[in-house]
C-alpha cells in the first residue's frame, strides 16, 4: 500500500539493470514492486525493489530474502 506521502521510485519506461519497468504493481513496509520484461530472457517478471531505509540492515535482508524464498521463478538479488 501507498501512503500519501510515499512514491514508487521508479517509474513506466524505466531500465533497472537489463529489466524494462512496465508498472508499477505496489509498495510496502520492505519496498516496492514493479511488473518489468526481463530484456535478455524476454519474459515479464515481479521485481521488489528494498526501500533504502532498509536496505543497510542485516535483519532487514534476512527477511527480504526469506519472503522470496517460496516463490517460484525469484530472480536472484542484483
Known amino acids: 500500500m501507498v501512503t500519501q506521502n510515499e512514491s514508487l521510485t521508479l517509474s513506466s519506461g524505466a531500465r533497472f539493470g537489463r529489466y524494462d519497468i512496465l508498472c508499477p504493481l505496489g509498495a510496502g513496509g520492505m519496498g516496492e514492486v514493479y511488473r518489468a520484461r526481463d530484456t535478455r530472457l524476454g519474459r515479464d517478471l515481479a521485481i521488489k525493489i528494498l526501500s533504502r531505509k532498509l536496505s543497510a540492515g542485516k535483519q532487514d535482508l534476512e527477511r527480504f530474502e526469506r519472503e ?3 516463490l517460484p521463478h525469484s530472480i536472484t538479488q542484483i
Open 68 to 70: 522470496a524464498l517460496p
